[in-house]
């Protein structure tokens, strides 16, 4: 039962070992990240991040970052003000890469959105699906086709590639003609490869949620909140040790002060005590007199209370 959440797992630390090596020559040229430019993404250019992007902010100049972190560095230096990142997809789940920079980094989340994510099989030519031997793409693809992967490709192999697009230039430029590839429509636009079989995601309603991230909070919270505008939270915390009914405290104030959790995580963290750090989501605004007194509460309960940004909600 463990295998699928251990494939994920040796799938992220690969691709978190061999990205910069294998980014070596796929990347797009372009100069190095200054005050020009107005948002920076995860690259490269026609990756799902990137589509997010253009899809958000349709007139800003962007920078594409090798890593999340990347992202995460070039806000915090102040080079670029605003990042994009993604932080959970319904199929696969979060993405502990950017939960873990939240965390570790004084940066906020000032918005979200979604993006519909739909997959494609491209090959160079068209081939016969018996023929395909290996199937190239980010891991996140890879595992959101699992079920069409294993139904119409048992036998073929799966490599976890840096990016869609690492995976597109993989395949032409080595002439791989028993390779296949999953990507986004959008990314085959640079390429002369043939579209084999379109919307192969294991779930039609397939989407990725995204985060702004940047230095200063969302907005002037005193002066502009109006509470009947749909705001979010997200929250961080640890405790001092771990110890049975700690996290149920926390929980108990949500339900006392009728809060709604939208999410909770946990992510180990070996540096701190106890050992792991807790993400929620919920409704509302850390100006609401319930929340307030809620977040007051629970600051005594934990080691560590961390707001990661109060903002508009617009993945309702």
Same mark, same amino acid.
């Given at each position: ?82 990042? #994009?990142?993604? %932080?959970?997809? +319904?199929?696969?789940? =979060? &993405?502990?890469?950017? /939960?873990?920079? !939240? ?20 090959? #160079?030519?068209? %081939?016969?699906? +018996?023929?395909?031997? =290996? &199937?190239?793409?980010? /891991?996140?693809? !890879? ?26 230039? +993989? ?146």
């Amino acid at each position: 039962d463990y295998k699928d959440i251990a494939m994920e797992e040796s799938d992220f630390l690969i691709d978190q070992m061999n990205r910069k090596k294998m980014m070596e020559g796929v990347k797009f040229k372009q100069s190095k990240p200054n005050k020009s430019y107005d948002i920076v993404a995860l690259g490269p250019e026609n990756t799902f991040s990137s589509l997010a992007a253009k899809k958000h902010y349709p007139k800003a100049k962007i920078w594409y970052a090798d890593t999340i972190s990347e992202v995460f560095e070039v806000v915090k230096k102040g080079t670029i003000k605003k990042g #994009i990142v993604p %932080i959970e997809n +319904k199929l696969t789940g =979060t &993405v502990t890469e950017t /939960s873990d920079n !939240l965390f570790e980094s004084n940066l906020k989340i000032q918005e979200e959105f979604s993006l519909s994510i739909n997959h494609c099989l491209a090959t #160079i030519d068209k %081939i016969a699906l +018996k023929n395909i031997k =290996t &199937v190239y793409s980010h /891991s996140q693809p !890879l595992r959101q086709c699992r079920k069409y992967l294993k139904k119409n490709l048992p036998n073929a192999e799966l490599i976890a590639m840096p990016s869609t697009t690492a995976a597109l230039k +993989k395949v032409e430029s080595e002439n791989l003609y028993d390779a296949a590839v999953i990507c986004g429509k959008e990314a085959l636009k640079d390429f002369q490869m043939k579209t084999l079989a379109k919307n192969i995601e294991d779930y039609k309603h397939n989407t990725t949620r995204f985060l702004v991230i940047g230095r200063r909070d969302a907005i002037n919270r005193v002066s502009t909140l109006k509470i009947t505008k749909k705001y979010k939270t997200s929250v961080a915390f640890y405790f001092s040790a771990d110890a049975p009914g700690t996290l149920h405290q926390v929980l108990g104030e949500f339900a006392e002060n009728k809060v709604n959790m939208t999410r909770i995580e946990s992510s180990a963290n070996p540096t701190i005590p106890g050992g792991h750090v807790f993400y929620i989501d919920f409704d509302g605004s850390v100006d609401q007199p319930n929340i307030k007194k809620m977040l007051t509460r629970i600051s005594k309960l934990v080691a560590k209370l961390k707001v990661l940004g109060c903002y508009d909600c617009k993945c309702r």
